[in-house]
């Protein structure tokens, strides 16, 4: 009997070694899964070899995680005594036959702890007690299973599925969407997925996305009828889109020096990659939904198109903005000063940079003598040259953010020309010969008395000779002791390489102070006030504007046009004459901008025409009856004979 059982024992271990994968084999679902509260049903069948008899029926047990029974693992289900593990009490039952191999469990009100590995143990009697190594993964969901494509991309049809296990005889999910509206057509399909393992029920949903949907959450509810038990999910939907819009600034304008900070907000799914252009020249690039270009300290050379152009994967796009660069004018460049000689025609240039492009005027000792032009350059045009050109000529550029000139000396080489104070006056020593010549180069002086056979020049020094030169103006002078009893007879000569002029000095008498007076209050101040002015004025005139290149100062230049048209042959001496009584400007500048005289302005307010000031001068002869000795320099005087009342 020993032996027997002992064989007996034996031969099963050889058996099962022999039967194992043949013999001793179970059959359930690797994965299963289903909704918590609800129930499932593990299908079962299991196969023992055939040589085992069992003994008392045939029984099992499930196990909970583990199949070892020595670990004791949560007995699931238990046929011989019906004890189970606390929490299967009152969910479990053995809804299969064992006597027909038929393991078939079903847990019910299942919890989400219940979720893991169970394994079936055959219990056929004896020492036949086997416990399967396959076993069956249970899966307890709460909430359903969405699944969508790896890549939502705008405009391409998509279809996202809802599923949950059907694993629960008797109670089949509904699956819904909602929160689909706004979607464009969306299709809905219901699918019982019956897979040998695993029964599921999915919804499709299918559509065509568009970049409006990026970010909207769809749900999914799954419901069993008849039950309150309800679970939902919701998937935010990631739509890929190219960059849809590209903002940037209005184009703008800045001044040089300053801080411009640019954007660019981009609509796009990935954030794209923002390239900052300048024309076509690359600044600045980075991978950003927005980015920020700042541009400090700025200069003319950043004036330009600024185009932000963004890329993704999916496409790209630009938009373009207009930076201008505002600045005041550049100190202009001007020709350097000339020297040059009468009668000859010279152009001056003038040109300078700003934004806006700067106005350009000419101004020569303070006085407007050109047009404004609002170009580049600005030519100046100087016909026929006479020692009036001379001067500091300034060229002034202007806009609303500043101004700076440029200057140029022209000096204008001329023969002497005789001033007015050339005479000789009876003094207590007795008489004193003055002779005044305005010329360039410096003119010499020379005294003759013809009627002595005399030259008195500077190296002559016999005859209280005295010269000086104040500018291009040279005065020269002599004493005589008494007057010749041939008479007064004294010739002056002045000269340069340009020419040579002489003229007979007039005796002045001292009685021609009390003709001042006779003449008149009015006359007589004028008579000196011209002497006066004239002495300082070409003293002054010869000094030459002495301004500073700085740019910026502000000044207020007299708006003076001459409407005085040079008459062809007027005398140099006339045209002295008119400055020195400051009645207008002269120009001798022929600009052809000044054709009409209507536009003209006179100094000081003055409108009236050209006829109307001429009617402002009152004539004063020198060689008038009153002056019966004093037969001035006939030549001259005629040419002085109006005095602006003025
Ligand atoms: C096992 O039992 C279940 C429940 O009774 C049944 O639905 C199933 O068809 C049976 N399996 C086999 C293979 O007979
Ligand atoms: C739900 O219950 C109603 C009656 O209460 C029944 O008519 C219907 O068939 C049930 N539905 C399901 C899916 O069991
Ligand atoms: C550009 O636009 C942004 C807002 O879009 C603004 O904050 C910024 O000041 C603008 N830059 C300029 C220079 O106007
Ligand atoms: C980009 O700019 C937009 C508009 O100003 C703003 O709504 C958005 O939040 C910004 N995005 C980032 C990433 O800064
Ligand atoms: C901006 O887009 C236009 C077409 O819209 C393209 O021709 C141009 O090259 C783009 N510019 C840049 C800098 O990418
Ligand atoms: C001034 O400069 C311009 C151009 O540089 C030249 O054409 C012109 O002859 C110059 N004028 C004088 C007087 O040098
Ligand atoms: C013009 O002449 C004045 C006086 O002679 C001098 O101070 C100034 O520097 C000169 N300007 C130029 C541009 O030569
Ligand atoms: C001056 O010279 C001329 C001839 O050269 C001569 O006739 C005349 O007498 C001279 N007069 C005097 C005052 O010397
Ligand atoms: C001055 O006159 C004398 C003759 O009287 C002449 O020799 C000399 O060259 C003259 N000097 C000048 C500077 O003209
Ligand atoms: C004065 O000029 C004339 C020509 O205009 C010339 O013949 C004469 O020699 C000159 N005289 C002097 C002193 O330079």
């Not at 036959?97 to 394994?119: A, M, P, V, W």
């Not at 969405?146 to 509904?174: H, K, Q, W, Y």
């Not at 020096?257 to 990659?273: A, E, F, K, M, Y």
């Not at 009236?608 to 009617?615: D, I, K, T, V």
């Amino acid at each position: 009997m020993r032996t027997t059982t002992c064989l007996q024992f034996v031969l099963p271990v050889f058996l099962l070694i022999k039967g194992v994968g043949s013999q001793w084999t179970v059959w359930m679902p690797k994965v299963m899964s289903t909704m918590k509260s609800s129930c499932i049903v593990i299908p079962c069948n299991f196969q023992y070899p055939s040589g085992v008899r069992p003994q008392n029926g045939v029984h099992g047990i499930w196990y909970f995680g583990d199949p070892y029974p020595q670990k004791y693992p949560p007995v699931v289900f238990k046929s011989r005594t019906d004890i189970v593990h606390e929490s299967y009490k009152h969910r479990t039952k053995l809804v299969g036959d064992l006597r027909e191999k038929n393991c078939t469990l079903q847990i019910s009100n299942i919890g989400l702890e219940h979720g893991g590995k169970y394994f079936f143990r055959a219990d056929l009697g004896g020492s036949n007690v086997y416990t399967y190594p396959d076993f069956s993964d249970v899966r307890v969901l709460d909430s359903p299973i969405i699944d969508e494509p790896e890549e939502i991309i705008n405009e391409m049809a998509v279809t996202l599925s809802c599923s949950a296990p059907n694993n629960c005889p008797g109670m089949t999910p509904e699956v819904n969407w909602f929160n689909t509206e706004g979607l464009e057509e969306p299709l809905v399909t219901v699918k019982f997925i019956d897979d040998v393992d695993n029964t599921m029920v999915s919804s499709e949903l299918s559509f065509v996305p568009s970049y409006t949907h990026n970010g909207k959450e769809l749900g999914c509810k799954v419901h069993y009828p008849n039950t309150s038990l309800s679970y939902g999910s919701m998937v935010a939907l990631d739509v890929k889109y190219p960059p849809r819009e590209v903002e940037v600034n209005m184009s703008l304008e800045a001044m040089e020096g300053s801080t411009v900070v640019l954007h660019c907000i981009v609509d796009s799914n990935p954030p794209p990659l923002i390239t900052w252009y300048l024309f076509d020249v690359l600044i600045k690039e980075e991978e950003a939904q927005n980015s920020t270009l700042v541009l400090e300290n700025l200069q003319p050379s950043q004036e330009g198109i600024y185009t932000c152009n963004a890329d993704n994967k999916y496409g790209e796009k630009n938009n373009s903005l207009f930076v201008a660069v505002k600045y005041p004018p550049r100190e202009p460049s001007v020709n350097s000063s000339v020297t040059i000689q009468e009668g000859t025609t010279i152009t001056l240039h003038c040109s300078s940079e700003g934004n806006p492009v700067p106005t350009l005027t000419w101004f020569k000792d303070g006085t407007l003598v050109s047009s404004i032009v609002s170009e580049s350059q600005s030519i100046l045009e100087i016909r026929d040259i006479t020692f009036e050109s001379d001067g500091n000529y300034r060229c002034l550029a202007e806009n609303e953010h500043g101004r700076a000139s440029g200057h140029v000396n022209v000096t204008v080489q001329f023969a002497p020309v005789f001033l007015t104070e050339s005479k000789c006056t009876v003094i207590r020593e007795g008489i004193q010969c003055v002779c005044m010549a305005s010329g360039n180069p410096e003119p010499s002086v020379e005294f003759t008395l013809p009627d002595e056979n005399l030259t008195i020049n500077e190296t002559e020094d016999e005859f209280s000779y005295y010269s000086s030169t104040d500018g291009y103006v040279v005065t020269g002078m002599i004493k005589l002791k008494e007057k010749p009893p041939t008479g007064l007879n004294v010739l002056c000569t002045m000269s340069n390489v340009y020419g040579n002029e002489t003229i007979k000095l007039e005796l002045q008498q001292e009685k021609k102070i009390t003709l001042a007076v006779v003449i008149g209050t009015v006359g007589g101040v004028a008579v000196i006030a011209f002497i006066i002015a004239a002495v300082r004025y070409i003293g002054r005139n010869n000094q030459k504007e002495n301004v500073s290149g700085s740019a910026q100062q502000p000044e207020n230049p007299p708006m003076i046009y001459s409407s005085v048209k040079k008459e062809a042959e007027s005398l140099r001496k006339k045209v002295i004459r008119t400055e020195l009584l400051g009645s207008k400007f002269t120009s001798i500048l022929e600009e052809p901008y000044m054709g009409n005289d209507g536009e003209y302005q006179y100094p000081k307010g003055t409108s009236e025409s050209e006829q109307e000031q001429e009617l402002n001068y009152a004539s004063l002869q020198f060689s008038s009856h009153q002056c019966k000795e004093s037969s001035v320099q006939t030549d001259i005087v005629s040419d002085y004979t109006e005095i602006k009342r003025k």
